[in-house]
């Protein structure tokens, strides 16, 4: 009988997985295990103090971006809008692009810009662009408004967002009270 090549490459193959099916099937019969009684490594569940402590860090978070505002660069925020520069415009009467007109959005009502077609989750929220509020927007979008046509996912650094902030207050004939 002769074999081909692939015949006896076929041949081997099989026979590899017939073996390490029998040396699988010989090992469970020859060892019985037992299952552990205690876990080799315990995790430890986060207690209820670290879960507040990493609210209050994010809160903190917060709160350091507002507190920096009164020193913050409006500069360093016009250079920061370059990467908002595609879908927003910031002149006064300004078209909307993929985003709405910026041009005194702080302190203006959520989703009322003038001609621009806001997602349903933003026009729930409901009330005023805070400081506050555009600070937790700027972080987070999604997670601040889940269902936001806003793809950017935020600036996670607080001076990032104070400088952002400053900028913002800054296109208005008469820019709102730091907080």
Not at 21 to 43: F, Q
Not at 58 to 79: V, Y
Not at 93 to 118: C, E, I, Q, T
Not at 120 to 138: I, P, V
Request: aromatic share 10%; with cysteine.
């Amino acid at each position: 009988m002769h074999f081909e090549w692939y015949h006896k490459v076929g041949l081997g193959i099989l026979a590899a997985f017939w073996l390490a099916y029998a040396s699988n099937y010989l090992g469970d019969a020859l060892i019985h295990a037992k299952a552990m009684e205690t876990p080799a490594y315990a995790a430890e569940k986060p207690e209820a103090d670290e879960a507040k402590a990493e609210d209050k860090t994010e809160t903190a978070a917060a709160d350091d971006s507002l507190a920096m505002l009164a020193s913050a660069d409006a500069g360093k925020g016009a250079k920061l809008f370059g990467k908002c520069k595609a879908c927003h415009t910031t002149e006064n009467g300004g078209k909307n692009k993929v985003g709405p007109n910026l041009w005194d959005v702080v302190g203006r009502a959520k989703a009322s810009g003038a001609g621009f077609a806001y997602s349903g989750a933003l026009k729930e929220k409901g009330g005023e662009w805070s400081f506050a509020d555009l600070d937790a927007f700027l972080a987070k979008p999604k997670g601040f408004v889940p269902g936001t046509k806003m793809a950017f996912a935020g600036l996670k650094k607080p001076a990032q967002r104070a400088a952002m902030l400053a900028f913002l207050r800054s296109l208005s004939d008469s820019p709102k009270a730091l907080p």
